[in-house]
T-cell receptor, first 108, second 113 residues
Framework: AQRVTQPEKLLSVFKGAPVELKCNYS??????LFWYVQYSRQRLQLLLR??SRESIKGFTADLNKGETSFHLKKPFAQEEDSAMYYC??????????FGAGTRLTVKP | GAGVSQSPSNKVTEKGKDVELRCDPI?????LYWYRQSLGQGLEFLIY????????KSGLPSDRFSAERTGGSVSTLTIQRTQQEDSAVYLC???????????FGSGTQLSVL
């Protein structure tokens, strides 16, 4: 079965500290992975996707097929990064499944 | 419209009543998803429509839940005989093509008393 696991429901760091939000996936095919973010009182929106190999708002995520992981990282967290983060797996062309999400709180 | 529109934004209902939630996707988007967002459960897949193909209903939690998409555009999610555990935010999203990002609506907050 295709599945996305985010082991941490809550993550709290201090401003300026590094942050890593974990995501592991289970999929027999070639994965397409994404991170979505939902800031307070805003819609869920795309943060980044692995095929773009981009850095958005200082966040990066590297696909590790050996470890079946797609962890989201930022070297220096900011207070405005506080949000709900969802890892997502696209399979069968257009079927998108999400993890349970991690609520990140960046304390001043 | 410019984005995915969902209505109503809030719905309070009594246990046992039926509810209908509506989603207007972005014009031209062929794929439409329904998800349920609740504390402790994260973002739970419900159903997925892709063009004229049979929908993927594998995420619907019970036979009280059903959804349809008329004319390849507007979708309605129906919950019959609502239960308190149905209380959640129901999110709709659409996308225009393979590997394209999902555009989400602002959701319907359903409260079953």
């Amino acid at each position: 079965a295709q599945r996305v696991t985010q082991p941490e429901k809550l993550l709290s760091v201090f401003k300026g500290a590094p942050v890593e939000l974990k995501c592991n996936y289970s999929y027999s095919g070639s994965p397409e992975l994404f991170w979505y973010v939902q800031y307070s009182r805003q819609r869920l929106q795309l943060l980044l996707r692995h095929i773009s190999r981009e850095s958005i708002k200082g966040f990066t995520a590297d696909l590790n097929k050996g470890e079946t992981s797609f962890h989201l990282k930022k070297p220096f967290a900011q207070e405005e990064d506080s949000a709900m983060y969802y890892c997502a797996l696209l399979y069968n062309n257009n079927d998108m499944r999400f993890g349970a999400g991690t609520r990140l709180t960046v304390k001043p | 419209g410019a984005g995915v529109s969902q209505s109503p934004s809030n719905k309070v209902t009594e246990k046992g009543k039926d509810v209908e939630l509506r989603c207007d996707p972005i014009s031209g988007h062929t794929a439409l998803y329904w998800y349920r967002q609740s504390l402790g459960q994260g973002l739970e897949f419900l159903i997925y429509f892709q063009g004229n193909s049979a929908p993927d209903k594998s995420g619907l939690p019970s036979d009280r839940f059903s959804a349809e998409r008329t004319g390849g555009s507007v979708s309605t999610l129906t919950i019959q005989r609502t239960q308190q555990e149905d209380s959640a935010v129901y999110l709709c999203a659409s996308t225009g093509g393979v590997n394209e990002k999902l555009f989400f609506g602002s959701g319907t907050q359903l409260s079953v008393l």
